[in-house]
């Protein structure tokens, strides 16, 4: 993985140093809170419903055992002993005081970490596939060209400012697993018909309030021209994106105001000054970066272990356990394993101090020091001996780690929502806990098989729920929390919107919704359907009129029971 050099860690240190004395100014009555307000969001401070919340950064999602025994260790001294990966690949500290963050960010400087950029109107978080490097669908490893847009973007002076958040992810695989098109600038890489790497444009795609999905703005762009082109589209975007209204200054709106083909013509008008100029990346430069991503040390191994294979065969829990979480590695005799972070009681997404250091230590001990972070909220360690598959799930196992659930209805991706978020609308986990009591026999998922449900406490959509098969947005109605339902949205290559079903349901009425959506599918289903497949062939209709008779009869029910107990 990357490794600062002398003047990454002198940027970092630097900038520890500068936000420590904005923090003693602003404590000393010098700086006011306004003055504070855009300081402290670019080193991923916010003010949340019940204090401060420290956005940590974690580059395409990489971290070392190091750094994970440090955020245990943070998480421990400063904060609740607990932090939360978020759906861009990041991690969360819900509990820190205002006046300990320059310390907690001192603490990763240590070990090459920090927290700019995890907030305000910049390039955020480079995000890409979680089996970058190792996946077989893989047409080269996408995580040196996420590293050179970090270093491009990061304080970057003149995208510092832009109309508002911009967010950029990278797929390199036959599958797409990062969602590309569900961001502001989404890389496909490819090769053309000379072989020649570089990478087909997606611009104008985000969810939140308005959801829509990239557009392809170019079919080809040879990889040497990556930032000079990604900077024209910024320059476009910074020049025209709206800041008078907030909640119509993302690069998508601006897209759909002006049409693909004007918003592209505009594009290229910019790169023309500068398309051969200082941002041109020579082959070198991708070559440096590219070293420090070799592969690590692998054994020449089987394809197929015979322990492993014995295991498989006679334990039926273990066997469970690799179906669901055991993923196809481009090395004989290794695999990638899923880490499930949506064990039952568990807010999804949530790590615990003793859990960090379970995986630092399976990390160390099975995959080369490293793991991933995935944009679903789980944990990846890429590089695992088949042999050693059987430990690593009876490790996990003891460490709540190993819910055989990847790609099931429990393995929701959920954003923190109304218990600690001042921008929702309505509490996101109780939720999340009431489906996951609702379905909590692992053979009736099996059965029900790969489909997903997201929650989202409002429509900023940090669930993700719009691409989700089912997608639950918590709602206000006069001072009340409210569960708008939609259906038919999925990430991957055939990415899709998910569509409201109809008006919204109460906090206890959800379960009963989703079991009722479920229903329609199995009834439905032909042999090999999955739920988005038998949604797709049979239309909304059925799945609506299930959920809103079922609807009218829980609500006839509840005020007969009312209408008894007055009496």
């Not at 797409?176 to 072989?195: M, W």
């Not at 557009?215 to 930032?227: A, G, I, T």
């Not at 989700?468 to 899709?496: C, F, H, P, R, S």
């Not at 906090?507 to 042999?527: H, K, M």
Request: aromatic share 8%; hydrophobic share 40%; with cysteine.
């Amino acid at each position: 993985m990357y490794r600062y050099d002398r003047t990454d860690q002198q940027i970092i240190d630097q900038r520890v140093a500068q936000y420590r004395d904005q923090i003693r100014r602003h404590l000393a009555g010098q700086l006011s809170t306004d003055e504070l307000r855009p300081l402290r969001l670019q080193n991923g401070l916010y003010i949340q419903r019940h204090g401060p919340m420290l956005r940590i950064a974690i580059p395409y999602g990489m971290l070392s055992a190091t750094q994970l025994r440090k955020l245990a260790e943070i998480s421990r001294r400063y904060d609740r002993s607990v932090g939360h990966f978020t759906t861009r690949q990041n991690m969360q500290l819900n509990w820190p005081k205002f006046e300990e963050t320059p310390d907690i960010l001192a603490e990763l400087a240590s070990v090459e970490m920090h927290a700019v950029q995890t907030s305000g109107n910049c390039v955020r978080n480079i995000t890409t596939d979680q089996f970058a490097g190792v996946a077989p669908d893989e047409l080269t490893d996408p995580r040196p060209y996420c590293e050179l847009l970090r270093q491009w973007s990061t304080f970057h002076p003149e995208f510092a400012f832009l109309p508002r958040k911009f967010k950029i992810a990278v797929n390199a695989a036959t599958a797409d697993r990062a969602v590309i098109r569900a961001h502001d600038i989404g890389l496909d890489l490819i090769r053309d018909d000379s072989g020649e790497i570089g990478f087909r444009v997606f611009v104008g795609g985000g969810l939140g309030r308005t959801p829509i999905l990239g557009k392809m703005v170019r079919e080809f762009l040879p990889r040497r021209h990556m930032l000079s082109y990604l900077e024209a589209i910024l320059r476009v975007y910074n020049r025209y994106g709206r800041r008078d209204n907030m909640y119509k200054a993302r690069i998508k709106i601006l897209v759909q105001a002006l049409g693909i083909e004007d918003f592209g013509r505009q594009i290229e008008e910019e790169w023309s000054y500068q398309q051969d100029g200082p941002s041109t990346v020579p082959d070198e430069e991708f070559e440096r970066i590219a070293r420090h991503f070799d592969p690590p040390a692998r054994e020449t191994l089987p394809a197929e272990d015979a322990l492993h294979a014995a295991r498989f065969r006679n334990d039926r829990a273990f066997a469970n356990w690799v179906r669901r979480c055991v993923h196809a590695h481009r090395t004989p005799g290794y695999a990638a394993v899923t880490l499930s972070l949506k064990a039952p009681g568990a807010a999804p997404g949530d790590i615990t101090e003793a859990q960090m250091i379970a995986v630092a230590d399976l990390a160390e001990r099975f995959s080369f020091g490293e793991l991933r972070v995935t944009h679903e909220q789980n944990i990846v360690l890429a590089d695992v001996r088949q042999r050693d598959l059987h430990e690593v799930w009876q490790i996990a196992r003891r460490q709540r780690l190993a819910t055989a659930n990847i790609g099931l209805l429990t393995d929701m991706i959920c954003c923190p929502g109304g218990d600690l978020c001042a921008l929702a609308n309505a509490r996101s986990v109780p939720i999340a806990a009431a489906v996951n009591e609702k379905f909590d026999d692992l053979d009736y998922l099996y059965d029900i098989g790969d489909i997903s449900l997201n929650i989202s406490g409002c429509m900023n959509s940090c669930g993700h729920h719009h691409v989700a098969n089912i997608g639950i947005l918590g709602v206000d109605k006069n001072d009340e929390e409210w569960y708008q339902i939609t259906v038919g949205g999925q990430q991957g290559n055939t990415a899709t919107i998910g569509k409201v079903i109809g008006p919204s349901f109460y906090a206890q009425e959800v379960p009963e919704v989703i079991e009722a959506l479920i229903s329609v599918y199995l009834e439905q289903r032909t042999p090999g359907e999955r739920f988005i497949d038998t949604l797709q062939r049979i239309g909304l209709d059925p799945f609506k009129a299930r959920a809103y008779v079922g609807r009218d009869r829980r609500r006839s029910a509840k005020v007969e029971t009312r209408e008894l107990v007055n009496a």
